[in-house]
């Protein structure tokens, strides 16, 4: 089998499962098609083949909405039809009709994916960075930020269930994240403050710019109406107060963006769902960065990403304060912060 079927195998078997009926289908039949699978050769060896193709076809599709393909996808059709024999036909007959603009998109593209709700598994940390520091301004800098709509947190409502509400209770972003388990996180009766709010990305995406914006709705697989919603508001929201994002590599562009952050601010350095997209090489000079960074100003840096080891995404909390080194594994969420686990004794709530 190549390589390029395994991905679709294990995205039909593990990631769209439960999750997108018609990527899962989607992909069971592309794993059985040479025609598609060489089409999908032409996507970069870093980037998801399925996560790609698929953003690539939706991205052309919300072009055409009239072509009965659409039919299936909710993104697109007010009724749309459950998956049947008819939907692969279609959606192979799409791909290779539209075989000179997809294969650019792969080659152009990559996926980036802004997930707006894991604001509500960033926000308590923030909070609790915010008490530990004693009300100190954040700065927020964020690697791998996509369009940077995780650095409008603080503009966002959010409603955690019986552990209760905070934020803009009237901002069009409204997020809700159940909380697991026995602490509840440290919610902020008043938003912390944010002073500045910076993202370093390869490939930033504007959100003025209206085929990025279109992109980022590509990004989010069909079934995902919510998220959709959540997209749309917080595009507007970045609109009328973008944060600064700077084009380039993290691990490159780090140290001087750092310098750009006065010093009375708390540095939170922060990632969601970025590193898995850096070789182990570009992980370990990151974190050699920051170690150096930590050496010259206290700093934080939370990390939200999958963990192979506990097979779960994980919030964990590297501390560099007056020369000291700690670290402390916050929380564990769903990927797109539908719920949060808060693990760490010393800032959940019991
Ligand atoms: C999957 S997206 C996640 C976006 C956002 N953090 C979120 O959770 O919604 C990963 C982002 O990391 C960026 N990225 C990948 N490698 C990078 C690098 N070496 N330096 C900076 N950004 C990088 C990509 O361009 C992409 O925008």
Request: charged letters at 20%.
């Amino acid at each position: 089998m190549s390589e390029a079927a395994g991905e679709f195998q294990q995205f039909a078997a593990q990631e769209s499962r439960g999750s997108s009926p018609l990527y899962a289908h989607l992909s069971r039949e592309i794993c059985e098609d040479p025609e598609l699978l060489a089409l999908a050769e032409c996507v970069p060896t870093a980037q998801p083949t399925p996560n790609l193709l698929f953003a690539a076809v939706q991205y052309l599709l919300f072009e055409t909405p009239e072509h009965p393909l659409a039919s299936y996808y909710p993104s697109i059709a007010a009724d749309p039809l459950p998956v049947d024999d008819e939907t692969y036909p279609l959606f192979r007959a799409f791909c290779l009709d539209n075989r000179d603009q997809l294969q650019s998109i792969l080659g152009t593209r990559r996926v980036q994916t802004n997930a707006v709700r894991r604001s509500a598994v960033l926000l308590p940390a923030f909070e609790y960075l915010f008490q530990r520091t004693k009300r100190t301004p954040l700065a927020l800098l964020e690697i791998g930020p996509s369009a940077g709509l995780n650095l409008c947190l603080h503009q966002f409502g959010y409603d955690y269930g019986d552990a209760g509400r905070c934020g803009e209770q009237t901002a069009a972003v409204q997020l809700n994240c159940t909380v697991r388990g026995a602490l509840a996180p440290p919610l902020p009766t008043t938003m912390p403050t944010i002073g500045s709010r910076i993202g370093i990305d390869v490939r930033p995406l504007d959100v003025s710019a209206v085929e990025d914006s279109k992109w980022l709705r590509a990004l989010i697989w069909p079934e995902h109406t919510k998220r959709q919603q959540h997209l749309a508001c917080a595009i507007e929201t970045a609109q009328r107060d973008p944060p600064t994002l700077v084009a380039g590599d993290a691990v490159d562009r780090l140290e001087a963006v750092c310098s750009r952050i006065p010093t009375d601010e708390t540095l939170c350095l922060f990632n969601t769902h970025a590193l898995y997209q850096f070789s182990q090489t570009a992980r370990e000079q990151l974190l050699d960065r920051i170690t150096a960074l930590g050496k010259q100003r206290d700093l934080f840096w939370l990390s939200c990403e999958y963990s192979p080891r506990l097979l779960a995404p994980v919030a964990q909390l590297l501390a560099f304060e007056n020369g000291t080194k700690s670290a402390s594994l916050l929380a564990m969420y769903q990927s797109h912060g539908e719920w949060i686990e808060w693990i760490d004794a010393a800032s959940g709530v019991r």
